[in-house]
T-cell receptor
Framework: GNSVTQMEGPVTLSEEAFLTINCTYT??????LFWYVQYPGEGLQLLLK?????DKGSNKGFEATYRKETTSFHLEKGSVQVSDSAVYFC????????????FGTGTKLQVIP | DAGVTQSPTHLIKTRGQQVTLRCSPK?????VSWYQQALGQGPQFIFQ???????QRGNFPDRFSGHQFPNYSSELNVNALLLGDSALYLC?????????????FGPGTRLTVL
C-alpha cells in the first residue's frame, strides 16, 4: 500500500534560517504529491502540490520538487519567518478516480525570533 | 464562499455511545472524504462519498459508517464508541474524485470519548 515517511520533529529554527523537511514515499504508479500545513487551532491547508515527475510546486516561498528516482518530495524555504510556525504534512494521492490521500505523521516547525 | 463547514466543533461522549458528525462541502464540490486525526498523528482516511455512495474505504471497522445527501452534505456515524476513537475528525471536499482534484479541509470536529 501507499505510505509517506517524513522527518520527525519538532524542528526549531531561528528566523531567516533555511528550512528543509524531508519526505519520501512508497506508492504504486504515479501519485500526486502534496504538502499541507496546519497552523495552531486551524484546519489543514494545501501549501503546494506536484502531479508528475520533476514538477516543482511552490507557494509562499516554500517549494518542493517531485523526484521519482529517489521517491522524494522534500520541502524547502530559503528564509523562515515566525509566522511559518506550524505542523507540516507530506501527503500523496493516487491518480485517477476515487482519490484517497495518505499522510505522513507531520513535522512540527517552531521558528524563534 | 463559506468553505467546508463541520458540526459540532467539539463533542464529548462515553464508551458504547453512538455519535453523528456532519459536514457541508465547499460550494461546487460533490465529493466528501472523512479522515481521523489522532493527537500528534497525520490524518487517516476513513472513506469517501460521491453520488451518495461510498466509493472507497480505508482500514476502519464497520462501526464507522456514513451517508451523503442529495445536496452533497455528509454524515459520519460511529457506533459503540471506544476510548481510541477520541480524535479530530476532518471532512474534506473536492470537485470530483480524480487524484488531481484538490481537497479542501474543514476545521474538524474534536471527539472525546470518556
Amino acid at each position: 500500500g501507499n505510505s509517506v515517511t517524513q522527518m520527525e520533529g519538532p524542528v526549531t529554527l531561528s528566523e531567516e534560517a533555511f528550512l528543509t523537511i524531508n519526505c519520501t514515499y512508497t506508492a504504486t504508479g504515479y501519485p500526486s504529491l502534496f504538502w499541507y500545513v496546519q497552523y495552531p487551532g486551524e484546519g489543514l491547508q494545501l501549501l503546494l502540490k506536484a502531479t508528475k515527475a520533476d514538477d516543482k510546486g511552490s507557494n509562499k516561498g516554500f517549494e518542493a520538487t517531485y523526484r521519482k528516482e529517489t521517491t522524494s518530495f522534500h520541502l524547502e524555504k530559503g528564509s523562515v519567518q515566525v509566522s511559518d510556525s506550524a505542523v507540516y504534512f507530506c501527503a500523496l494521492s493516487d491518480r485517477g478516480g476515487y482519490q484517497k490521500v495518505t499522510f505522513g505523521t507531520g513535522t512540527k516547525l517552531q521558528v524563534i525570533p | 464562499d463559506a468553505g467546508v463547514t463541520q458540526s459540532p466543533t467539539h463533542l464529548i461522549k462515553t464508551r458504547g455511545q453512538q455519535v453523528t458528525l456532519r459536514c457541508s462541502p465547499k460550494s461546487g464540490h460533490d465529493t466528501v472524504s472523512w479522515y481521523q486525526q489522532a493527537l500528534g498523528q497525520g490524518p487517516q482516511f476513513i472513506f469517501q462519498y460521491y453520488e451518495e455512495e461510498e466509493r472507497q474505504r480505508g482500514n476502519f471497522p464497520d462501526r464507522f459508517s456514513g451517508h451523503q445527501f442529495p445536496n452533497y452534505s455528509s454524515e459520519l456515524n460511529v457506533n459503540a464508541l471506544l476510548l481510541g476513537d477520541s480524535a479530530l475528525y476532518l471532512c474534506a471536499s473536492s470537485a470530483g474524485t480524480g487524484g488531481y482534484n484538490e481537497q479542501f479541509f474543514g476545521p474538524g470536529t474534536r471527539l472525546t470519548v470518556l
